[in-house]
């Protein structure tokens, strides 16, 4: 691991530099990250305020001419937005099947780099393109890391069919009892004030999993998620990272899966 501030990330007044925000650290990750991109690669665009600072680096570095022939690969309907305002050419995985690189956010990186993601909903595409790439970097703010999976006390998503939604979402909580597992409908709050629940790029729901213990074997546990009817995709994202990019107060931090 190595761990340097480089100065041109940083806000332009040195005096910010005790004082950055978690939003700096955020788009100090992901301008490094976008170092790993070079002219002619197809790239996956992730989703969140992190990977947003990604997507609009590299439109800036397409302007200026020092990236060239981009086709982007975006992982939400609201990339997909952002990328298009911002001039960046892009496809999918019907007509690109293989992607150089992804650069992404996540909500939780365990010691193994695996991930918790899909806070925004947005895990199903996100997985599919990440799944897709052969380069696959995470960028975060230090708050990100956790020793295990569920451990920072947001949940781990899963993405379910609406129908019989409290049924998927009953058998998602039984099967994580022994963890002290509570299962969510995630919900989104109208303007009136009233409750619906909250509908993916993807026209499915989303369940939470709340853990109070370790869940134990990830692999096992994300083959039972899996099984399950109604189950369309979880947010643990296994063995997919390669590259882990860590912006901090000390500096940034650079973790290769196989390095
Ligand atoms: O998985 C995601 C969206 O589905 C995001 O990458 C994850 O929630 C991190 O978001 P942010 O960068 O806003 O903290």
Partial sequence: ???????????????????????DLKRIAAYKAVEYVESGMVVGLGTGSTAKHAVSRISELLREGKLRDIIGIPTSTTTHVQAISLGIPLSDLDSHPVVDLSIDGADEVDP?????????????REKMVEGASKKFVVIVDESKLVKHIGGSGLAVPVEVVPFCCNFTRGKLEELFRGAGCKAKLRVKVG???GETAAVTDNGNYVVDLYLERDIGDLDAASEAILRLPGVVEHGMFLGMATT????????????????
Avoid: H, Y
Avoid at 3 to 12: E, G, H, I, K, Q
Avoid at 112 to 124: D, I
Avoid at 245 to 250: D, P
């Fill in 191 to 193: 303007s009136g004030g």
């Fill in 244 to 259: 882990l990019i860590v912006a901090g107060k000390f500096g940034v931090t650079v973790k290769d899966r196989f390095g």
């Fill in 112 to 124: 193994a780099l695996n991930l918790v993601k899909g806070r925004g909903g947005s895990l199903l």
């Fill in 1 to 23: 691991m190595g761990s340097t501030f480089d100065p041109l990330l940083t806000p332009a007044d040195d005096s910010a530099a005790v004082t950055l925000t978690q939003d």
